[in-house]
T-cell receptor
């Protein structure tokens, strides 16, 4: 079974530039999450999708971050314009529908963003 | 709002020791709890998933317990090995389709 795929693995940009990350979840997984992990901390949720609908985006800085999940499969996360404090690892995860008992979350390798 | 803490923040042990990592959460209305391992520069690898109705789960040298009423989970690692060196994270999921809330992690070093 293929895992969660993310690209790119690394990205270095200057502040005020824009950047986009891509995620392909495990086939059949309805729920997709984007997390931000700052060095030395646990991951923090940015946005949660169920199919192509947003379940929770309460911690997404909407003035600069946006995310979409067209057709309920792949997802992209965009930052525009980037700030120095956005330097972090961006993790994508997926899980089966909440109504299914086995709701184990599977994570991708992450994208390490450095803003200079 | 769910808050998750982990103790200790860092732990260094000689090879062969048995050890316990602790995870505490403030809201006992959880759906499940999941333990992850994270190697430097890598994503998260799932270790064990405990449903809210379960008391423990075992996988190889790992045993995770859950006491929902007291808001605690422990991860027991038997006969530790240098390859166990990593950061261990616990995450809890709420009852209503909520996301996983993570603790800050315990950084484990197993010395040969």
């Amino acid at each position: 079974e293929a895992g969660v795929a993310q690209s790119p693995r690394y990205k270095i940009i200057e502040k005020r530039q824009s950047v986009a990350f891509w995620c392909n979840p495990i086939s059949g997984h309805a729920t997709l999450y984007w997390y931000q992990q700052i060095l030395g901390q646990g991951p923090k949720l940015l946005i949660q999708f169920q199919n192509n609908g947003v379940v929770d985006d309460s911690q997404l800085p909407k003035d600069r971050f946006s995310a979409e999940r067209l057709k309920g499969v792949d997802s992209t996360l965009k930052i525009q314009p980037a700030k120095l404090e956005d330097s972090a690892v961006y993790l994508c995860a997926s899980s089966l529908d909440f109504g299914v008992r086995n709701t184990e979350a599977f994570f991708g390798q992450g994208t390490r963003l450095t803003v200079v | 709002k769910q808050e998750v803490t982990q103790i200790p923040a860092a732990l260094s042990v000689p090879e062969g020791e048995n050890l316990v990592l602790n995870c505490s959460f403030t809201d006992s209305a959880i759906y499940n709890l999941q333990w992850f391992r994270q190697d430097p520069g890598k994503g998260l690898t799932s270790l064990l998933l405990i449903q809210s109705s379960q008391r423990e789960q075992t996988s190889g040298r790992l045993n995770a317990s859950l006491d929902k009423s007291s808001g605690r989970s422990t991860l027991y690692i038997a006969a530790s090995q240098p390859g166990d060196s990593a950061t261990y994270l616990c995450a809890v999921r709420g009852n209503y389709g909520q996301n996983f809330v993570f603790g800050p992690g315990t950084r484990l070093s197993v010395l040969p």
